[in-house]
């Protein structure tokens, strides 16, 4: 059975895209390929409606406390290619950037500007998730736009996790009545930008 449809605004959407940088997807391995390809196809959808993207970039430096304390092999440091976006996934320029040295997209970084910036507010928008990985850096947005009273709608075909259970794991928490009253899981397929011209519209002018 088909999901329902759900219609977004652009005016009144973000899309985020979390941690798509070459380092991250290759600890992935194979599986996140058809992610990658996914969530490329959705960023095209929301830039030909002039959509709002959010880009999060994972990185640290060398004085981090997760090598310098805890002793963590380096990784995802700044400036080094590792850290870069994946090629199918770069930046165009105007599209917002937030870094950040933790999981959390929200913790000492400029997220709540740039939401700011594109005036995308609590209890009024939405904000579609997508990237890696589905237990950890993922999870911690959704939470974070979660208790910021945002929609948030997570598709299952554009996250990964690393790790085979850590995905329904994750959704299962999603679905459950804790986040699902302002949390929806569902598929890039599912989602209608309401600017999109369908098929139907272009016979019509044609």
């Known amino acids: 059975m088909a999901n329902a449809k759900i219609e977004l605004q652009p005016e009144s959407t973000g899309l ?16 996140v390929k058809p992610v990658i390809g996914n969530i490329r196809r959705l960023l095209d959808r929301f830039r ?3 959509g709002k ?3 999060v970039q994972s990185v640290r430096s060398k ?5 310098t304390v805890f002793g ?8 080094s290619p590792g850290a870069d976006f994946v090629e199918e996934l770069q930046p165009l320029p105007g599209e917002s950037i937030v870094q950040k040295t933790s999981h959390d997209c929200f913790y000492k970084t400029l997220m709540e500007a ?10 009024r928008d939405k904000i579609v998730v997508t990237g890696i990985g589905s237990s950890n850096c993922v999870y911690h947005a959704v939470i974070g ?16 996790g690393v790790h085979p259970q850590s995905q329904p794991f994750a959704l299962h928490q999603f679905r459950s009545g804790a986040y699902n009253f302002n949390v929806t899981v ?4 599912d989602l209608e930008l309401v600017s999109e011209i369908r098929p139907q519209q272009l016979a019509a002018v044609s």
């Open 16 to 31: 985020v895209i979390v941690d798509m940088q070459v380092e991250g997807c290759e600890r992935h391995g194979a599986g």
């Open 48 to 50: 030909a409606v002039n």
């Open 53 to 55: 993207i959010i880009h």
């Open 63 to 67: 004085d981090h406390p997760e090598f």
């Open 72 to 79: 963590r092999q380096y990784g995802l440091l700044l400036g």
């Open 114 to 123: 740039v939401l700011e910036k594109l005036d995308l507010r609590p209890c």
């Open 145 to 160: 736009f979660h208790i910021r009273n945002y929609y948030s709608l997570v598709l299952e075909d554009c996250i990964h």
């Open 186 to 189: 569902s598929r890039s397929d």
